[in-house]
């Protein structure tokens, strides 16, 4: 995935705590998923605020957006991020693209130490109630909301975006 045309400069407005989008504007051997890891957020994410089909199409001088403004907490209805399932619906251990989704924001989270060198899986098991246990204790959780069974509060703040299967169908 290789950005197409000649180099630009780069440009980058606003701050991490920003009440506007945060852009970035590509150059030369620029890469989504590279702009992705720069900025924190996932090639998936970039897509949907970029309404980008290919992933391995960018253009040189194509305007993205990076971050979106802070709004504090996701708003309900958010396009963008999966709504919380409903802690009982983790219990019933499902398979499904959302828990993979869910797993690979974790991993970026720097909480994805239980799967291993395999990854997050569709299926919901242990590793993925470990790994979001992880998750909670960076968040400040302890006790029983730090036992990996997802909440609302920890899940609106993972922001899970939908997965491929499932994108545009918030549109």
Known sequence: MR???KASSVSVMGTQQTTQDKYYVVIAGDTLSG???RFHTTVKQLQIWNKISDP???KVGQRLIVA???TGEPQPGDPS???FPGG???KTLPT???IQMMGLRLVEEGCGSPYGFSGPGPKWNDKHRQAYASFQRAL???GSDADGWPGRKSWDQLRVPFPEEDYGAAE
């Open 35 to 37: 702009i992705a890891s």
């Open 56 to 58: 391995n199409v960018i």
């Open 140 to 142: 400040g959780y302890s």
């Open 88 to 90: 009982e619906w983790f």
């Open 68 to 70: 979106k403004a802070s």
């Open 3 to 5: 950005a197409l045309g």
């Open 81 to 83: 991020f999966v709504p």
């Open 96 to 98: 499904s693209p959302i």
